[in-house]
């Protein structure tokens, strides 16, 4: 009995020092906060507006082209129908071409979002290493980054200590 006692404590002990420490933030409400952040999400939506603008007329231009050609087709002769209709065709290609630059995976205004929000999220990441340092946390998780968490309970939740670290009030 007394070697199970032992066995049993001992058993409590390792675990215990096993523990590990967590809690979580959420980035977009961290983010959200942030006047940086909501300045910078201005500026990429008002260059994404204007390419938009851009593009749309660009469109407009092809479609009148398409319209004028359907117009005129009964006038022009086989030859001249078929450079019209590639001239149309590299105008269209041209208008999508600008717009993957534009708002492709690796186009422009990825770029201009690296430019202007990555250095928000690399102040904030700062921030979550050091309170995980000083308050010994051995994991941060991101409760806005999808449903990888379940639940969480609001007591683990250190959004606001964040963003007071970072001189903002959180509610």
Do not use: H
């Amino acid at each position: 009995m007394k070697r199970l006692l032992t066995a049993a404590v001992a058993l409590l002990i390792s675990t215990a020092s096993f523990a590990q420490k967590f809690a979580y933030v959420d980035m977009d409400y961290i983010l959200n906060k942030m006047p940086q952040y909501t300045e910078a999400q201005k500026q990429l939506d008002k260059i994404a507006e204007g390419w938009q603008k851009e593009v749309e007329a660009k469109m407009k231009q092809v479609d009148d082209m398409y319209k004028q050609f359907q117009a005129e087709q009964v006038l022009m002769t086989e030859p001249m129908k078929q450079q019209k209709i590639k001239e149309i065709e590299a105008k269209e290609k041209e208008v999508k071409q600008f717009q993957k630059d534009k708002f492709g995976p690796s186009g422009e205004l990825f770029t201009k979002r690296q430019e202007f929000i990555k250095p928000i999220q690399d102040k904030i990441y700062n921030e979550i290493q050091k309170y995980c340092s000083a308050k010994a946390l051995d994991f941060m998780f991101d409760r806005s980054s999808g449903p990888t968490m379940l639940f969480a309970s609001d007591k683990f939740n250190k959004s606001d200590e964040i963003l007071s670290a970072l001189g903002i009030t959180g509610k």
